[in-house]
């Protein structure tokens, strides 16, 4: 018997139904706000996220699937969609479209962290990028559209939307040095990783999960505290949109993200009911990057939601059930097999969802079948109704059952869906 490689894994029966619901409710909510799907490819090269996400953060350092090809190219499994989206922004020429650009995307993404609960080496991200627009409204309606995803999802109560300004290349510089100063003074508390990037760069160090340096991180000068008058007026903005929108959100000055390219705005939604995974989904506001990828000097912002975690937290509403089939269909061979078939594909083509027993067994077994289905309606194609040219059609919520013209069966379970 062969086993699934290590942090990877399989989804299937109930959780497979919920995360076709999130897939779908993201897919509607992202169109009412205009987004475009991007197909993007998994595999890219390596450059693409060493420059774009940046070479000192953990997902480059140390979490990518990252292996040379037969012909001696660096490539690597996307660990996150942004540096891929901005390489296709860029490479496609995207850019001399007037107007801003809007697009989403769906799809797995690698990372080789410690697999645990609520944490795979394969995981899929939805994810949405804005490029072409620097104003603080747009900041809004991007944070409020990741909260609008958990309200049409019926958690908003299971989350909750923290903010950030983490700064510019004008007053960042200042900050860090800032940083620099502090940690400094308490070097023998920080873990190998940090005291290598203390010099190359210390806002890293503000997100690492060690103990020993989550202590002193808590005391650490805040990014808010040395915004340049641009970056704070921008922050202001954000915060004035929101409440407009009546986003409910806090902002956590320690909250800096694990990537290098964010500048302004960050924002993260998380959520208490997840163990030690809280992060549900993040992003921010990422000015340099289409530039540093090779394109324009064009401005970006957007985020990336975790489907395996937001589906963990659906299954805790319990709305869906194991299983809902429209109709099942009894049949019997030489009897009423053909006529099943027939009937089964023509309610299909009305969009109703509809089973039979292939093999044609017992009624009894048949109906333990449509049961485990769960299914709705029932017709029955029995010796007597194929006889008259009828179906018994057994509603199997109301226990009630009604004889119908096998020509009118469709119209009958069409209507009834409709009104239930
Ligand atoms: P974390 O703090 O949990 O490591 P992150 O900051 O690395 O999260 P991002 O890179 O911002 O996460 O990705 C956005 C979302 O993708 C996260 O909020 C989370 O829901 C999800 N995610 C990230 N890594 C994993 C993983 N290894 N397994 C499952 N989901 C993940
Ligand atoms: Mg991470």
């Known amino acids: 018997m062969y086993q699934k490689v290590k942090g990877f894994r399989d989804i299937y029966g109930l959780e497979a139904r919920y995360w076709n619901k999130v897939e779908k409710v993201f897919r509607q909510t992202f169109r009412t706000f205009n987004f475009e799907e991007f197909y993007l490819p998994i595999l890219e090269k390596s450059e693409v996220f060493n420059r774009g996400i940046g070479s000192t953060t953990d997902i480059v350092e140390k979490e990518m699937f990252a292996f040379e090809d037969r012909d001696g190219t660096q490539v690597a499994l996307r660990p996150e969609g942004t540096a891929s989206l901005v390489r296709a922004y860029v490479e496609n020429k995207l850019f001399s479209t007037p107007g801003i650009s809007k697009y989403y995307y769906v799809g797995p993404m690698f990372r080789r962290e410690r697999p645990q609960k609520g944490r795979f080496r394969q995981f899929t991200q939805a994810g949405i990028e804005v490029f072409g627009s620097g104003g603080p409204s747009i900041d809004a309606d991007v944070i409020y559209l990741l909260y609008k995803l958990a309200e049409n999802l019926g958690i908003q109560n299971f989350v909750s939307m923290e903010i950030n300004s983490i700064g510019c290349p004008a007053c960042r510089p200042a900050y860090n040095e800032k940083l620099i100063e502090y940690f400094k003074s308490n070097i023998e508390h920080l873990c190998g990783d940090c005291l290598r990037r203390l010099d190359k760069n210390p806002m890293r160090i503000m997100d690492c999960k060690n103990e020993s340096c989550k202590k002193i991180t808590a005391d650490a000068p805040k990014a808010v505290d040395y915004l340049c008058g641009e970056c704070r007026d921008h922050f202001d903005g954000v915060k004035s949109y929101l409440d407009a929108l009546q986003v409910p959100y806090k902002v956590n000055p320690m909250m800096v993200r694990g990537l290098d390219y964010y500048v302004r705005t960050a924002f993260e939604m998380i959520t208490d009911r997840l163990g030690s995974q809280s992060a549900v989904g993040a992003g921010g506001r990422y000015d340099g990057l289409i530039q540093l990828l090779g394109g324009p000097d064009t401005a970006g912002i957007g985020f990336a939601v975790g489907i395996d975690r937001l589906v963990s937290l659906c299954m805790l ?104």
């Open 317 to 420: 509403n319990e709305t869906e059930k194991e299983n809902d089939l429209d109709v099942f269909i009894i049949s019997f061979r030489d009897i009423s097999d053909k006529i099943a078939l027939k009937l089964a594909n023509e309610m299909r083509s009305q969009g109703v969802s509809v089973d039979m027993d292939y093999d044609f067994r017992k009624m009894k077994k048949q109906f333990s079948l449509a049961d485990r289905y769960g299914s709705l309606f029932t017709v029955v194609l029995g010796e007597d109704e194929a006889a008259k040219g009828t179906a018994a059609v057994k509603d199997m919520q109301a226990g009630t059952q009604e004889e119908i013209e096998i020509a009118k069966v469709t119209e009958y379970i069409t209507d009834k869906l409709r009104r239930n």
